[in-house]
């Protein structure tokens, strides 16, 4: 997915301290349907787990990026999803 950071938290540590980033990002696209153009825009809430928070800390929040990861519930009671990170790279 590609997608800017419009809201990030602190870097945080879990219990056995490993790195973790909630964010927010936000999404962009034209896609077809039905032979249409249609425009795609939203926000998604995301989380960075591991070696690669540190990295995800220092990205700029105006640039777009190609996020891969997976969606998930956040927890297993929710039914709301979640972004989970796990890798991005710069579009250029």
């Given amino acids: 997915m590609t997608a800017r ?5 602190s870097i945080r540590y ?3 301290g490993i ?4 964010a927010r990002l936000w999404h962009r696209s034209q896609q077809m349907e039905a032979e249409t153009n249609r425009n795609i825009e ?3 809430p995301a989380i960075v787990i ?5 990295k995800f800390e220092k990205l700029a929040s105006d640039t777009f990026y190609r996020f891969t990861g997976f969606m998930a519930t956040k927890s297993l009671k929710s039914k709301s999803l979640l972004f989970h990170i796990t890798g991005f790279s710069s579009i250029e």
């Fill in 14 to 16: 879990t219990p056995a």
């Fill in 42 to 44: 939203f926000e998604i």
């Fill in 5 to 9: 950071i419009v809201e990030r938290e």
């Fill in 19 to 22: 790195p973790v980033i909630s």
């Fill in 50 to 54: 591991g070696n690669i928070s540190e």
